[in-house]
């Protein structure tokens, strides 16, 4: 299966860029893969660039996981990322979806210096 990188998922989900949507679409008809790290770079790029708050990444988030074509890695991760960023958006998505990484590998407790993250289950405030 393809891959996509950070550019064709943020086209996907902007559509600011007909000519790079329609090339997005095409790529990704026969089915494409979604790395986490493609993921997570698009949901900083949102909130930073075209300054999407937190609900609209979430949304954003949400129609990735379903959409037909692409595949995320771990998508049970980031599903579980994405319901703890929407009880605590104030954690950013990143930070839940580390967590959530953590914990499926099997390495809790996820030490930070956050004192939001901190408060959370799975982690310890250093």
């Known amino acids: 299966m393809r891959a996509v990188d950070t550019n064709v ?4 989900i902007t559509r600011d860029d007909p000519r790079q949507v329609a ?3 095409v790529f990704v008809k026969p089915g494409a893969w979604v790395s ?12 930073t660039v075209y300054e ?3 609900a609209e990444l979430a949304t954003a988030i949400e129609v990735l996981l379903n959409h037909n074509e ?3 890695q771990d998508s049970d991760v980031v599903a579980a990322a994405l319901e703890l960023f929407r009880a605590r958006p104030s954690l ?4 839940c979806l580390m967590l959530h990484i953590a ?8 030490g930070t210096f956050d004192r939001n993250l901190g408060r959370t ?4 405030k250093l």
């Open 9 to 12: 998922l943020v086209r996907l």
């Open 23 to 25: 090339s997005a679409e």
């Open 36 to 47: 986490i790290l493609a993921l997570a770079e698009a949901t900083w790029v949102l909130a």
């Open 52 to 54: 999407r708050n937190s």
């Open 70 to 72: 692409l595949v995320l």
């Open 92 to 95: 950013g998505f990143s930070d």
């Open 103 to 110: 914990q499926k590998a099997g390495h809790l407790p996820l």
């Open 121 to 124: 289950a799975g982690t310890t």
